[in-house]
Antibody, heavy 122, light 110 residues
Framework: EVQLVQSGGTLVQPGGSLRLSCVAS????????MTWVRQAPGKGLEWVTN????????FYVDSVKGRFTISRDNSKNSLYLHMDSLRVEDTAVYFC???????????????WGRGTLVTVSS | QSVLAQPPSASGTPGQWVTISCSGS????????VNWYQQLPGTAPKLLIY???QRPSGVPDRFSGSKSGTSASLAISGLQSEDEADYYC???????????FGTGTKVTVL
């Protein structure tokens, strides 16, 4: 069974740092792009960042550029999101997802992890 | 950054046909494929339609997708109570070099 198990969400103060993890199983992790999507309380989905198979390509939404870093360890089937300089507006449930990438502009997210809540508050 | 526009809500009685629109621009839906995700209350999103009109295995054929130019639609025929959820369209945006999601549509079964 394809599965993504997430961890790392917690309460953190503004300006703090946090690392989220996403451990994959049931598929060959190193052959897929991976992505992070977030959802603020009561709001819609917002794509955050993605990474290619070997970690050499990364894309970010403007609001997190310079503060968030996506990475992966294919030997551990693990995806990470390192978040620095956290802001109140980063409060959200963060989902990891496997990205089925066929070509630029032809890709989708399936499956998704269950999500982990990051709360940024003093 | 939601740059894909969706109606905030849609509704119907069991068995009815419901459609949800998604409007974008040339940099996203005009040049890339559209996907649809279903999010049941309190759960993670689930892929519903990919590459404009393809259904993953396990998704009922009551769900169908289409795209024309910079607009797309999701149709639900024979609406069922378990279809009550939030629905999001999404596409890659060439200008932003990132994915954009729609604003989301809440479907209510009356």
């Amino acid at each position: 069974e394809v599965q993504l198990v997430q961890s790392g969400g917690t309460l953190v103060q503004p300006g703090g740092s946090l690392r989220l993890s996403c451990v994959a199983s049931g598929f060959t992790f190193s052959t897929y792009w991976m992505t992070w999507v977030r959802q603020a309380p009561g709001k819609g989905l917002e794509w955050v960042t993605n990474i290619n198979k070997d970690g050499s390509q990364k894309f970010y939404v403007d609001s997190v550029k310079g503060r968030f870093t996506i990475s992966r360890d294919n030997s551990k089937n693990s995806l990470y999101l390192h978040m620095d300089s956290l802001r109140v507006e980063d409060t959200a449930v963060y989902f990891c997802a496997r990205e089925q990438w066929l070509a630029q502009g032809v890709s989708w997210f399936d499956p998704w992890g269950r999500g982990t809540l990051v709360t940024v508050s003093s | 950054q939601s740059v894909l526009a969706q109606p905030p809500s849609a509704s119907g009685t069991p068995g009815q046909w419901v459609t949800i629109s998604c409007s974008g621009s040339s940099s996203n839906m005009g040049s890339n494929t559209v996907n649809w995700y279903q999010q049941l209350p309190g759960t993670a999103p689930k892929l519903l339609i990919y590459s404009n009109k393809q259904r993953p295995s396990g998704v009922p054929d009551r769900f169908s997708g289409s795209k024309s130019g910079t607009s797309a639609s999701l149709a639900i025929s024979g609406l069922q109570s378990e279809d009550e959820a939030d629905y999001y369209c999404a596409a890659w945006d060439d200008t932003l070099s990132g994915y954009v999601f729609g604003t989301g549509t809440k479907v209510t079964v009356l």
